[in-house]
Nanobody
Framework: QVQLVESGGGLVQPGGSLRLSCAAS????????MGWYRQALGKERELVAV???????NYADSVKGRFTISRDNAKNTMYLTMNNLKPEDTAVYYC?????????WGQGTQVTVSS
């Protein structure tokens, strides 16, 4: 059973930085495409960034140039480094991976950008 556990969220001032982590277990992490999603209050969940098993990345336009997705296969962990945070980045951030049959999600970690 695939399990994903996010950490690293918190309260940060505009312009600040955070690094989120997603620890995976119950799967061969290195072969999986992994992604970060976020859901702001009252809005639909949206894709933030994705990284393939080969290290190719893709980002939502709203975070390009500010966020970096990465992975450490030896640690079965994915990261999201967020710089120059804006109030509109406030959301619950979720780790995701997919199989043929279903999506797997972590429990989410809250990121709040406010002065």
């Amino acid at each position: 059973q695939v399990q994903l556990v996010e950490s690293g969220g918190g309260l940060v001032q505009p312009g600040g930085s955070l690094r989120l982590s997603c620890a995976a277990s119950g799967t061969i992490f290195s072969i999986r495409t992994m992604g970060w999603y976020r859901q702001a209050l009252g809005k639909e969940r949206e894709l933030v960034a994705v990284i393939t098993s080969g290290g190719n990345t893709n980002y939502a336009d709203s975070v390009k140039g500010r966020f970096t997705i990465s992975r450490d296969n030896a640690k079965n962990t994915m990261y999201l480094t967020m710089n120059n945070l804006k109030p509109e980045d406030t959301a619950v951030y979720y780790c995701n991976t997919k199989s043929v049959y279903r999506d797997y999600w972590g429990q989410g970690t809250q990121v709040t950008v406010s002065s």
